[in-house]
């Protein structure tokens, strides 16, 4: 074997360069134990980088999202002007100018070699524009914002909701670690730049309920779960009775006795949502029923207290309904069967459909029990389509059969 077996030595005598049999010049391979190094994460260490990677997941998602709809509309704007002089090919080229030769033409470099080692996989992305950093794409806007400026109101609102986010994006390209703070600025400024770019209005239900990024991600997991609260003080203090009733052109509830709706949402309000189109079927638990004391025994309560309340809560609804032209727009019925879980069914009917769903829990009042948002009108992004309509279709099927066997309140 030569020479070149005896480079390696042994280290029996447990010290670099003791052994008889090193020649001079030789380097000595230290074993693990003389280094001193310990390779394994413990559990403290694995949930740091769970919670970087995690973080820096989100931040990505809202990043891709910025990226893509600012790739669209440079070119939805610049294309038309530039392609038909300077070819498909070459109209980024144009666009950029002498001012962005270097970095256009490290961008052409780039897809060359996608192209050579097979990394395209989608024909729509064999462009140049599609090779374009965040920064490079609002350099070709601001470059061209005379063309732009018909569409934005401001161009200083752009520009700082990109500057926020070029913190975020250095940080996650680099893998370093993502502060909570700099992630919620991220997500804020993404936000508003879709906004502002005139994302998101093919869902509508995005008005009352902004659509976000990661329930983009993984909406296709979860059904048309979009939100869980551990208690509706928690649901409200994100998503507030107006945001939810507010803007609703039809509103179906079922419950024992639809606090959320009565309590938090005023009457004259009611009114004036009933005035303006709305359809209104709220259903109670009958408060004469036996159901209902059967529910104060499981939550210890006085007995009366809870029909008392029902009560109160149906009067009210017909006090709203007495003042309305069309009485017939605002049902009130009740049931007798055992609640089994309150929903409040906004807009149930079309593809911008929100609920509010909680289950009744034995010792567990409902204003402490957990609660589920789901966005109805199917799932915003699908692996595939199964044809599964989701919880939200499971309640509003349920509120249908519980109204027809419910009796209207005179």
Excluded at 55 to 74: F, K, P, S, T
Excluded at 100 to 119: C, F, I, L, P, T
Excluded at 224 to 240: I, K, S, T
Excluded at 338 to 366: K, N
Aim: proline share 5%; net charge neutral.
């Amino acid at each position: 074997m030569g020479s070149g077996g005896r480079e390696l030595p042994s280290g029996d005598n447990g010290h670099e360069g003791n052994s008889t049999d090193v020649p001079p010049g030789a380097v000595s391979l230290a074993r693990p134990m003389e280094i001193g190094a310990e390779l394994d994460w413990g559990a403290d260490a694995w949930g740091e980088v769970r919670t970087r990677a995690q973080r820096a997941g989100r931040a990505y998602i809202w990043l891709n999202l910025v990226e893509q709809r600012l790739r669209a509309v440079v070119a939805a704007v610049l294309r038309p002007i530039y392609e038909p002089v300077h070819g498909e090919d070459d109209w980024v080229v144009a666009a950029a100018g002498p001012a962005g030769q270097e970095w256009v033409n490290r961008a052409v470099a780039v897809r060359e070699v996608s192209r050579r080692k097979g990394y395209l996989l989608d024909p729509a992305d064999d462009n140049v524009l599609s090779f374009l950093t965040l920064p490079q794409l609002r350099e070709l806007m601001v470059q061209h914002w005379p063309c732009f400026e018909p569409y934005f109101d401001e161009r200083r609102d752009v520009e700082l909701a990109l500057d926020e986010l070029e913190v975020t994006r250095n940080v996650v390209s680099r893998n370093r670690a993502l502060s909570e703070a700099v992630l919620a600025q991220a997500e804020r400024a993404s936000a508003k730049l879709l906004e502002i770019l005139g994302a998101g209005s093919d869902v509508p239900s995005a008005r009352r309920l902004p659509v976000d990024a990661v329930e983009n991600l993984v909406g296709d997991r979860y059904a048309d779960v979009v939100a869980v609260h551990p208690d509706r003080v928690r649901l409200m203090r994100q998503f507030p009775a107006e945001d939810l009733f507010g803007s609703a052109r039809r509103l179906d509830a079922i419950g024992i006795g639809l606090n959320l709706l009565v309590q938090n949402f005023s009457g004259r309000r009611l009114v004036r949502l009933a005035e303006s189109g709305c359809r209104v079927r709220l259903l109670f638990l009958n408060p004469a029923s036996s159901a209902v004391k059967r529910r104060e025994r499981e939550l210890g309560i006085k007995r009366g207290e809870l029909s008392r309340s029902v009560e109160m809560n149906i009067l009210h609804m017909r006090r709203v309904r007495a003042r309305l032209r069309d009485p017939g727009a605002f049902q009130i019925q009740v049931y007798d069967e055992t609640p089994r879980f309150t929903a409040y069914l906004v807009d149930g009917d079309g593809s911008d459909g929100i609920a509010v769903v909680q289950s009744y829990l034995r010792r567990t009042r409902g204003m402490e029990a957990p609660v589920l948002v789901l966005r109805g009108g199917g799932r915003v992004v699908k692996a595939e389509d199964t044809g599964e309509e989701g919880l939200f279709g499971t309640y509003r099927e349920e509120f249908e059969l519980a109204w027809v066997d419910s009796r209207p309140v005179s």
